[in-house]
C-alpha cells in the first residue's frame, strides 16, 4: 500500500522578525509572522498603512531578510533569518512575480519589452519571449498597446502590463502589493480574478496585499496584520 | 534585448547632446595632437623636400633653419670638388614681412640655385617651376597669390609663374622660391639713400688716409657700386646643400668637408633632429602637456555625464534587480552606453575637425597613427568614467523599485 504524496507549500513563512535599528532606536516592525500558502491558494493580506504589510511580502519576496524566521518557497528553505540558503536574485528571477501599486515598469522599454525582458532574463529566446509576452497581452486586453511606452499607457492598462510580466515566467510564487489601488472598481476585481485563475491553473501561491474589501471573495484565505502581528480571519461569507 | 541602445533611444535629444559635448571636447584634443604633427611636419618639409645628403653651414652654428647661417657663396665650388659630391647648390632662406592690402605678409624666401636647380622638386599645384634667372617666383597657396600675380619686393618686381600648397616654413609662413639672386637682392635691398651715404662714408674714409691723397683713383673707386669693387666681398648665402654620387659614403665625404675650419657640416637627419630638438621640442612639449590635461578632464565630464545617467536610472535598476536580473545585464547596460557616447563622441570630433581643422591658421594634420591612439584613449576614458556609474547602480538595492 502506498501513501498519498503530498505536495509541498508554495510559501511558508514562519516566525517572521524584522527589527530595524537598536537601542533606543529599535523599531519592530514585523513580530512572529507566520503564513502558510498552499499551491494554487490566493491569499489578501488586510491591515492598516504601517502594520508590517510591506516588510513581510518583501521579506517573502526575498527582498528584504527578515532578522529571525524562515522563509521555505516549494517545500526548499531559502531564507533561514538574514541568512540566505540560495542566491537570492536568481531564485527571484525564476519562481517569484512581483506587483506592486504603482506599476513600476522600466520608462525606456515598449508594453511588450517590459514583459519580454522578465522572460529573456530567465533564458527564454527573443522571439519566444515576445511570441509569450503578446499572446499575456491579448490575454489581459492590451494587445493593442505593445509598442507603447509606459507612460503613454493609462495606469489600468500599466497595471495590465506588470501583471502580465508577473506571470510571464509562470512563477511558483506572484505577490502583489495594492495591485488594484491604480484601478476602478470593475478592472480591480477583473485582476483579482486574474489572480485567482493563475493561482489555480499554474499551481501559484498567490499573496496580495490589499485595502480592497469589495474583492475579498476572490481569496482562498484571508490574513490580517497589525501592528506588525498577523492573524489569520474566517472568510466573510 | 539590448537595454542600453533602448534607453538611448528614449532619450535620444539629451544623449545626442551629451555626445556632442563629448565630440567637442575630443575635437580638441584631436586638434592639439594635428597641431603638433602639423609643427613637426612644417618644420622639417623643406628638409625632407630639397633632398640633399649633407648642409653645409657657418662653423660652429646650428643653421640654416634653427639658427641664423652665412657662408661665401663660393663655398659650393669647395664643396663640389669633393670626392663623392655628385652637386652642391647655394641655399637662401630668410623671412621678409611686407604689407599687402592693409595686411600684415609674411613670406619665407628660399633662393634656388639657378640654373642647377629651377625648383623641379617642389610639387607644383599650377604653372611651371623658375623659367629665367630673374623676376619670377613660385609661391605657396597660403600666401593668396595666383598665377601671373605681380608683387613688387624690394627695388624689382616679380611675377608668379607656379603655385604650390603645404610648402610651410617652421615658423608657419607660407613658402616663396626665388632664384639665388633675387633671394639675395630681397635680403639685402638698400634704399637709394642708404647707398648713396655708404658712398660718401667710403669717400669720407678714403679721404683720412694717406693712400687716399696719393692714390685719387681710389677715392675714384668708392663712388663704384659695391657689386664692382673687388674688396668687398659677394653677399654671403645661408648654406650649401651637397648631392651625393651613388655609393658615395656619407660619413667620408662629412669628415672631410668637417676638416675646413670655417664651416659645419650636417646630414639631412642630422639638421631634422636639430629642429625637432630645438625649436619644435618645446611646442612639443607644451602641446603634448594640453592634451594629458584635456584627456584628463574629458574623462572626469565623461564619467560625471554617466553617473547623471546611472542616477536617472537608479529606479529602473533597482526594479531589473527586483525582477532578477544579474549584475552583468546591468553592468552590460552602463558599460555598454560608456563606449556608445566614446564612440559616437570620437565620430562627431573626427567629422566636425574635417570641416574646422583646414580653416586653422597652422596646418593641422589628423595622422592615422594619432586617430588610432585617440581611438584607443577614448576606449580607456569610456571604460574608466563607466567605473562611477557602475559603482552606484552596484550599490542599488532592489528594495528601492518599491520605495
Known sequence: ?237 | MNLATKDIRHNLGRFALTAVGIGMLLMVVMGMGGIYRGVVEDATLLIDSVGADLWIVQRDTRGPFAEISRVPSNLVYRAAAVPGVQSSREFVYHTIQRQRDGKPLRIAVLGLSWPTDRGEWVPLTAGRPLGQAHYEMIVDKTLGMSLGKKITLGKETYTVVGTTSNMISSGGDGLAFFTIADAQAIQFDTPGEAVRLERAARESRGEDFEIGIQQPMILENAFRPTAQLPAVARPQVSAVMVSLLPGADVEQVAETISGWGDVSVFTATGQRELLLKGSVEKVRRQIGLFRVLLTVIAAIIMALILYTLTLDKIHSIALLKLIGAPNTVILGLILQQALILGFVGFVIAYLVGQQLFPKFPRRVILADADLLQLAGIVLAISVLSSLLGIWKAMKVSPNEALS
Open chain 1, 1 to 237: 500500500m502506498t501513501t498519498p504524496q503530498t505536495k509541498p507549500n508554495a510559501i511558508d513563512a514562519v516566525g517572521l522578525t524584522k527589527i530595524y535599528g537598536s537601542g533606543n532606536t529599535e523599531v519592530v516592525a514585523m513580530r512572529d509572522a507566520t503564513m502558510h500558502v498552499r499551491q494554487g491558494e490566493v491569499v489578501a493580506l488586510l491591515g492598516p498603512s504601517g502594520s508590517g504589510k510591506s516588510t513581510f511580502l518583501t521579506a517573502v519576496g526575498l527582498i528584504n531578510p527578515p532578522t529571525n524566521g524562515q522563509i521555505t518557497i516549494g517545500g526548499k528553505l531559502i531564507q533561514d533569518g538574514e541568512a540566505a540558503q540560495v542566491n537570492l536574485r536568481s531564485f527571484r528571477r525564476q519562481h517569484i512575480g512581483f506587483i506592486f501599486q504603482k506599476s513600476n515598469l522600466i520608462p525606456f522599454l515598449s508594453a511588450v519589452a517590459n514583459i519580454q525582458i522578465a522572460m529573456e532574463l530567465n533564458g527564454a529566446s527573443k522571439r519566444k519571449a515576445r511570441h509569450r509576452a503578446l499572446e499575456l497581452m491579448d490575454y489581459l486586453g492590451v494587445a493593442d498597446r505593445a509598442d507603447s511606452l509606459p507612460s503613454m499607457l493609462s495606469g489600468g492598462q500599466q497595471q495590465r502590463v506588470a501583471v502580465a510580466r508577473a506571470i510571464a515566467n509562470q512563477p511558483s510564487v506572484i505577490l502583489a502589493d495594492e495591485p488594484t489601488a491604480a484601478l476602478d472598481g470593475h478592472r480591480g476585481r477583473q485582476v483579482m480574478e486574474l489572480f485567482a485563475k493563475v493561482a489555480h491553473e499554474q499551481g501559484a501561491g498567490v499573496i496580495v496585499v490589499t485595502h480592497d474589501h469589495r474583492a475579498l471573495d476572490v481569496f482562498d484565505t484571508i490574513y490580517e496584520m497589525e501592528d506588525g502581528l498577523m492573524r489569520k480571519q474566517e472568510k466573510p461569507q
